[in-house]
């Protein structure tokens, strides 16, 4: 029997995270696919601390990322670079994940070649191009070369059939996100973090980074936060500050100097991971959050004005709650002193799938192919 040869592209820090447990996965039947992994490094460090937990070594590393580069250098550099590859290696399919300009970039320089992509992470929408940008046209444009869509969830599939895609190509994965904490979990990492955020008081996680939310709504929930802090002694927060020069500035600007604030650079995946199950309460524009925290029983707070994840907003998981300075303020006071309030989101059911989604990827890469193990 042929192998097919499987190419996962990816970049950045979040996609790491939800393409490692593919990857693992795809290993464990070397009869009938040959893995390969090309990495884009549109972020070099934070993604490097992701191949490392998890013990990837790419086969090709483009290493684009530079000071202050534009989307057009990405969109750019990932496709130059990844034309020749594609062209001297012929896979049989390309894997890229989510929204990201890699993902768009691989997915466009796959479609040119005439190569098969499967789309992790599938039919995500705000149905707003601007918003998240450019993580909503990404998707949509991602969506409309692929040939296999990996959706999360119904809903996202449900996106997908709205807009004319076959019914056959879409399978319903769960989150790999999930598939993640389930490897992570096991990690015996250590960090001098976990001995500071002590069980006397009630920790915020707090994660923000996202272009739309740079300069004033940054600064309004920052501001919120520190007002929380200041006013409840039993509250504390933890933040790893995204590598961003603006969202740096903003942090030393607002943040900074509070002996309750705990200011870290980036966490390696496990490392975070623990830290998320230590905290009570998360706040983020994150996406990925949005769908890890529920698997810990930790309610969310989203930072945006819209989500792509309205699932974990109606199972009650998570709340989307904008950048507004009072009612950022309004939310975290009633989560920190509400029980109540508080029981009903971390009790909520996860919407996002048991930790399988990597399986039925696999499951769904062979019957694509027509492939037999035993064959």
Known sequence: MNKKKIALVFGTRPEAIKMAPVIKELEKHPSVF????????????????????????????????????????I?????????????????????VHGDTTTSFAAALAAYYQKIPIGHVEAGLRTYDKYFPFPEEANRQLIDNLADLFFVPTELTKNHLLNEHKPKSQIIVTGNTAIDAIQYTKHSKVEHELFSQ??????????????RENHGEPMKEVFQAIRRIVDQNEDVAVVMPVHMSPVVQEMVKEVLAGHERILLVDPLEVD?????????????????????EAPALNIPVLVLRDKTERPEGQEAGTLKVIGTNQERVYTEMATLLNDKEAYQKMAQAPNPYGDGTASQKIAVALKQYFELDEKG
């Open 75 to 95: 969109t750019i550099n990932v496709m130059k670079g990844l034309e020749e590859h594609f062209i001297k290696e012929r896979p049989d399919m390309v894997l």
């Open 271 to 291: 490392a975070f991971h623990k830290v998320m199950s230590k905290a009570y309460l998360i706040l983020t524009d994150s996406g990925g959050l949005q769908e």
């Open 197 to 210: 955020m002590t069980t006397d008081k009630k920790w915020v996680l707090l994660t923000m980074h996202r």
């Open 34 to 73: 040959q893995v390969t992994v090309i990495v884009t490094a549109q972020h070099r460090e934070m993604l490097d601390q992701v191949l490392k937990v998890f013990e990837i070594k790419p086969n090709h590393d483009l290493n684009i990322m530079k000071k202050n580069q534009t989307l057009s250098d």
